[in-house]
């Protein structure tokens, strides 16, 4: 009999951002994966049907708060049915948990950035997510980047640490017909050529600045073209609102909201001009690994992992200089088809695989159930 695995699927009920996209695309890629493990998720919500075998089953109890089914009543359900380790994504490992545990750790933006929650979130990520992340068996890290965030401000030794790259969902590639791509862009009222930018509406993400940078440039006239904005809306996302309507540019600035489809958002990706994501902090940032893997040409912020996960498929620019934004947009837009940093972004996406993620965290699994 293999390991009992248990999983932490909170995150997959959600309107999913990373987090979410990071479980689901690691589930299906375990699935894949030879082996006799079996795995149990458990949620407080009903999960969506993720198209597992039934190696995977699920255990759900309905209830509203995450953070107080994780801390009671999840207990109870693994004292109860005892797993060989439990693993959470998020922040759903019981403080009191007496088993095994691994979490991975996206990013410590909470540390770096806690003016960006109320008090009460930042209560629960200043105090309990240290706690959770110090007293976890072993901590999945989704980047270098953040393995030495980790190891610098909470004082994590480097052995309790694997860093396991993630990757884009295989969905996301280029669209070969551009016949398809003009029908979706008429469909969408997006018949003028787009900038893009792909992220949940939060300060971390930047977007202020990046549409004063665009509003510049179409106020001097040298991008006649649209920016388009997708994500759900995040902590403290007023001020992005607030900026587009002192800016006044009428239509030229699209807000999309989330896109529920992967399909539908790699459409949006391969219909841009280009991509652009000045995030001041990520611990992994999955829209740049996308919009590479569907050819797109990417302008990156150089904060955080970001040079990690673009290295040398795009364009790294610093995320507080306006004039350096300007200038690269200016140039891109007015160069023509970007076939060499087309070229180059589908060369980096391909180094990236959900395949070498599910293998590295199987074998943290195994190595960590046997001890």
Same mark, same amino acid.
């Given at each position: 009999? @293999? $390991?009992?695995? @248990? ?10 951002? @990373? ?14 994966l030879?082996g006799?493990?079996?795995? =149990? ?55 009191w ?13 909470? %540390? ?10 930042? $209560?629960?990520?200043?105090y ?5 992340? &110090?007293?976890s068996?072993?901590?999945? %890290? ?7 965030? $980790? ?19 295989? /969905?996301?590639?280029? /669209? ?16 003028r050529d787009?900038?893009?930018c792909?992220?949940?509406l939060?300060? &971390?993400k930047?977007?202020?600045?990046l ?37 006044? $540019? ?11 489809? #992967?399909e539908?958002?790699r459409?949006y990706?391969? @219909? ?22 569907c ?12 040079p ?9 620019? #610093?995320?507080? #200089?306006?004039?350096?934004?300007e ?10 088809n ?18 070498? =993620? ?10 960590i159930?046997?001890?």
């Amino acid at each position: 009999m @293999g $390991l009992h695995i @248990g999983i932490d699927g909170s995150c997959l009920t959600a309107k999913r951002a @990373g987090i979410g996209f990071y479980l689901s695309r690691l589930l299906k890629a375990l699935d894949s994966l030879s082996g006799n493990e079996r795995y =149990t998720i458990y949620s407080n919500k009903i999960l969506p049907d993720l198209g597992l075998s039934d190696r995977f089953s699920s255990d759900v109890i309905p209830i509203p708060s995450t953070t107080f089914w994780a801390q009671t009543l999840l207990r109870l359900q693994l004292r109860n049915r005892p797993v060989d380790l439990f693993h959470t994504a998020s922040i759903g490992m019981p403080l009191w948990h007496g088993g095994k545990g691994i979490i991975t750790v996206h990013d410590l933006a909470f %540390a770096h950035f806690p003016e960006h929650k109320d008090w009460a979130t930042r $209560l629960i990520w200043n105090y309990t997510v240290p706690k959770l992340i &110090r007293k976890s068996t072993h901590i999945l %890290a989704n980047s270098e980047f953040t393995k030495a965030d $980790l190891i610098r401000n909470l004082g994590i030794e480097a052995s309790k640490i694997t860093a396991t790259l993630l990757a884009a969902d295989p /969905v996301f590639a280029p /669209v070969e017909n551009p016949d398809e791509i003009a029908q979706f862009r008429k469909q969408r009222n997006l018949e003028r050529d787009y900038i893009l930018c792909v992220g949940t509406l939060e300060p &971390r993400k930047n977007i202020p600045f990046l549409l004063r940078a665009y509003a510049n440039c179409v106020r001097k006239g040298s991008i006649d073209g649209d920016f388009v904005l997708i994500g759900k809306k995040g902590w403290l996302y007023e001020s992005i609102f607030a900026t587009e309507k002192e800016l006044d $540019l009428g239509d030229r600035i699209r807000f999309i909201g989330y896109v529920q489809s #992967d399909e539908e958002l790699r459409r949006y990706y391969c @219909g841009s001009r280009f991509f652009v994501f000045p995030s001041l902090f990520e611990g992994f940032g999955f829209p740049p690994l996308e919009a590479m893997s569907c050819g797109i040409p990417v302008i990156c912020s150089n904060r955080g992992s970001l040079p990690e996960v673009v290295g040398d498929g795009g364009l790294l620019l #610093d995320p507080s #200089d306006s004039s350096v934004w300007e200038n690269r947009m200016t140039e891109w837009w007015n160069q023509g088809n970007l076939t060499e940093w087309r070229e180059k972004a589908l060369a980096r996406a391909r180094s990236f695989s959900w395949q070498r =993620t599910a293998e590295q965290t199987l074998e943290v699994y195994r190595r960590i159930g046997k001890q």
